[in-house]
Structure formats: C-alpha cells, structure tokens
C-alpha cells in the first residue's frame, strides 16, 4: 500500500431544499421540493481527500451502489492507475450503460481529477488544457412554471435584476417564450429546454411557433432523445439551433452526434459521465461546427467541474445555473456568483471544498 492507494470511498446524499417563487414543480409525477445529487468523498492512505458529485434520484439505491459495488472495486487500487476507472467500467457494464452505476462512477471520476489536480498542486483547468478565460457568464435556468405568463415574466424579471443576461426555460409553448420574451425585451439570450417534449412529427411545427420570439436554441426537442437521424432531419427544417446531451445514453451517443454535427450544441454533464466523458466530447467538437455546452443543472463539485472545463475547452459557452433560492447555497462564498459571473477559482483541484454542512450530512434526508 502506497500513499496514493484508494482507502476509502463514500457517497453521502445531498437533498438541497429550494423555492422557485411557485408551488413546488413536478418530477417523476410527484410534487419536487429538494434538489437532489450526492457528494463523492475519495481519501487516499495518506489522507488526502478529494471530492466528485454523482446524480442522484434515490440516494438509497446510490447509497447502496457505491457501498456494494464502486468502493470495493476502488479501495486498494492507486488513485493515478489509468485503467482504473475504464476498468470499472467493464466490470459493471451489464448492470447498465446509463443510469445510477454509471452515475456513480462519474462522481468518481470527478473525484480522481480534482485528488490529481490537489496532488499537482494545479487548479482543475490545467490539467484540462489550460484557462482560455479567466471568467464565465452564467445563464439564469428556470424551472418549470407550466406556462403560467405572470409567473414566467416576474421570475424573468427577478433573474435579469440579479445580474444575468441569459435566461433558459424549461417550457413546451409558444406562449411561455413570449411570455419571456416581452420580459426581456429583444437581443436576451432565451434558450427552451423542453425535455424531449415531442415525437419527431410534432416537433417542427411546434417550434415554427416558437420563431417569432427568438429561441437563442431548443434544447431535447424529441422523443427518443438518442434519434440521431431524426435530430439532422429537425436541425435541417426547423430554423433555430438545437442542443442534446443532458439525457444521452452513453457518452459515445453523444460523441458521435457531435461528430457527425447532428445538432449545433452538445450538452455532455459531468455528473452522469463523468469529467473524463465530458472533456473527450468537448476535444471532439474542435474545429467543427459544433459547440460542447456542458449541462450543469446541480449545484456541488460537479458544477466545479464544468466551470473549469469551460474555462479550458477551446469554444466560450455560459455555464448553466438552476435559478432558485437554495436553503443552503453550496461555495456561496468560495466561488460566488457576481453579477450573472463566476471566477474560475485557481486553488488547486476543484478550487474549493465542499462546506462543513454539506460533508456532515445536514442535508443528506
């Protein structure tokens, strides 16, 4: 055993509650209060600790994956091997190619580049390529309001106040884009996530009536959101850029459909893939017309990640941020936000640990 053998791997839940200035919105059919994901503790034998984030729907289920599956094959094994993690990969793959263990093992992965990164006494962003930028605009990414206009416009409204410039939407109508739209005014970037709302009949035409209003793109128009041949038929008729990646089957999906430029934007996250993913598909998008803008919709060192990811990768993109009030508010005086912009931190690793309330567990039920 070395100083640098894996000793120990821990997934510890973190449930933010939020308020979004409505009734909580719905996921999976129920009522959403909390903002789920799950912190990744790694320690090494000589103690040094390094941090990732996973998704998370059921934090029992990845509790139990991390537990039975991902920390007996981690510990023992030296942290900078490099078939650790592919690894892993091979050995788990029949339990699934998306989905919570390979969820798991993105968290990991996050948590080897910053113990790397710590180790090097870097931050994050060189050993991605090195800083392009030494800031990133944040865009304001709103939940879903149902398309209720007053809501739509106030949140608008409140966002633009707080100093951001661009706004996303997580709506399906014409209307709730115009609804944005005269809150904005004209020349504001307005993105539409619509959550892969439409089959591929149905999505021109409902984004024909989106046009008016100046989409800047429409993000997951269909169902299945791995139609790759029906998202070049759409990119081809529809008029307006479109984005995919968030849900992805496989990072190789992804890669391929930037690649072979089925859409203009590829959204690869960092806390379903992994960073080792995300950073292959962003290299992947160099020198095409196809732009990697990483999903960033959680709030822990996964949004670390993509913020130096950003700051290395050779397009400028804003990085996304779920426009809430948080209960607590994760590296709020680490790595604030100020004025719709973040700093990319230049401490080593991520730039900043996770804060005592969140490594205790305070917000882990």
Same mark, same amino acid.
């Given at each position: 055993?070395?100083?640098?053998?894996?000793?120990?791997?821990?997934?510890?839940?973190?449930?933010?509650?939020?308020?979004?200035? +409505? +009734?909580?919105?719905? !996921?999976?059919?129920?009522?959403?209060?909390?903002?789920? +994901?799950?912190?990744?503790?790694?320690?090494?034998? #000589?103690?040094?600790?390094?941090?990732?984030?996973?998704?998370?729907?059921?934090? $029992?289920?990845?509790? @139990?994956?991390?537990?039975?599956?991902?920390?007996?094959?981690?510990?023992?094994?030296?942290?900078?091997?490099?078939?650790?993690?592919?690894?892993?990969?091979?050995?788990?793959?029949?339990?699934?190619? *998306?989905?919570?263990?390979?969820?798991?093992?993105?968290?990991? #992965?996050?948590?080897?580049?910053?113990?790397?990164?710590?180790?090097?006494?870097?931050?994050? &962003?060189?050993?991605?390529?090195?800083?392009?930028?030494?800031?990133?605009?944040?865009?304001?990414?709103?939940?879903?309001?149902?398309?209720?206009?007053?809501?739509?416009?106030?949140?608008?409204?409140?966002?633009?106040?707080?100093? !951001?410039?661009?706004?996303?939407?997580?709506? $399906?109508?014409?209307? =709730?884009?115009?609804?944005?739209?005269?809150?904005?005014?004209?020349?504001?970037?307005?993105?539409?996530?619509?959550?892969?709302?439409?089959?591929? &009949?149905?999505?021109?035409?409902?984004?024909?009536?989106?046009?008016?209003?100046?989409?800047?793109?429409?993000?997951?128009?269909?169902?299945?959101?791995? #139609?790759?041949? %029906?998202?070049?038929?759409? $990119?081809?008729?529809?008029?307006?850029?479109?984005?995919?990646?968030?849900?992805? *089957?496989? =990072?190789?999906?992804? $890669?391929?459909? %930037?690649?072979?430029?089925?859409?203009?934007?590829?959204?690869? +996250?960092?806390?379903?893939?992994?960073?080792?993913?995300?950073?292959?598909?962003?290299?992947?998008?160099?020198?095409?017309?196809?732009?990697?803008?990483?999903?960033?919709?959680?709030?822990?060192?996964? !949004?670390? %990640?993509?913020?130096?990811?950003?700051?290395?990768?050779? #397009?400028?993109?804003?990085?996304?941020?779920?426009?809430?009030?948080?209960?607590?508010?994760?590296?709020? @005086?680490?790595?604030?936000?100020?004025?719709?912009?973040?700093?990319?931190?230049?401490?080593?690793?991520?730039? %900043?640990?996770?804060?005592?309330?969140?490594?205790?567990?305070?917000?882990?039920?």
């Amino acid at each position: 055993m070395t100083s640098n053998t894996i000793v120990s791997v821990i997934c510890i839940p973190m449930r933010l509650p939020f308020h979004h200035w +409505s +009734s909580p919105p719905l !996921f999976a059919g129920r009522p959403r209060d909390k903002l789920d +994901s799950a912190l990744v503790r790694v320690q090494t034998q #000589d103690g040094s600790v390094a941090w990732g984030e996973s998704y998370c729907v059921e934090p $029992r289920a990845l509790q @139990a994956i991390f537990e039975t599956l991902v920390a007996p094959l981690a510990c023992g094994r030296q942290a900078d091997e490099e078939t650790l993690l592919p690894g892993m990969q091979r050995v788990l793959h029949n339990l699934g190619r *998306s989905g919570p263990v390979v969820h798991a093992l993105a968290g990991l #992965d996050i948590a080897l580049w910053d113990l790397r990164a710590k180790r090097a006494g870097v931050p994050l &962003h060189a050993l991605l390529g090195g800083m392009r930028r030494e800031r990133v605009r944040v865009y304001a990414s709103l939940l879903q309001y149902y398309g209720k206009a007053e809501l739509l416009h106030s949140v608008t409204a409140r966002a633009l106040a707080q100093g !951001f410039t661009e706004i996303k939407l997580h709506e $399906r109508t014409a209307e =709730a884009l115009a609804a944005v739209r005269h809150a904005t005014g004209p020349g504001v970037p307005i993105m539409v996530d619509t959550n892969c709302a439409w089959l591929p &009949h149905e999505a021109e035409a409902a984004i024909a009536a989106m046009l008016p209003h100046e989409p800047y793109w429409i993000e997951e128009p269909l169902w299945v959101p791995e #139609d790759a041949q %029906a998202l070049a038929t759409l $990119r081809q008729r529809c008029g307006v850029p479109l984005a995919v990646g968030e849900n992805a *089957s496989s =990072a190789l999906a992804l $890669r391929r459909m %930037a690649e072979q430029g089925t859409v203009q934007y590829v959204q690869p +996250s960092v806390i379903k893939l992994g960073l080792t993913a995300a950073l292959d598909i962003a290299r992947s998008c160099e020198g095409t017309g196809t732009v990697c803008a990483p999903q960033v919709a959680f709030f822990g060192p996964g !949004f670390l %990640a993509s913020l130096h990811l950003i700051a290395a990768q050779q #397009d400028e993109v804003s990085l996304e941020r779920l426009f809430v009030e948080l209960a607590h508010v994760p590296y709020a @005086a680490t790595v604030p936000i100020e004025n719709g912009w973040l700093q990319v931190p230049d401490a080593p690793g991520l730039g %900043a640990d996770p804060e005592p309330a969140l490594v205790e567990g305070r917000y882990a039920g």
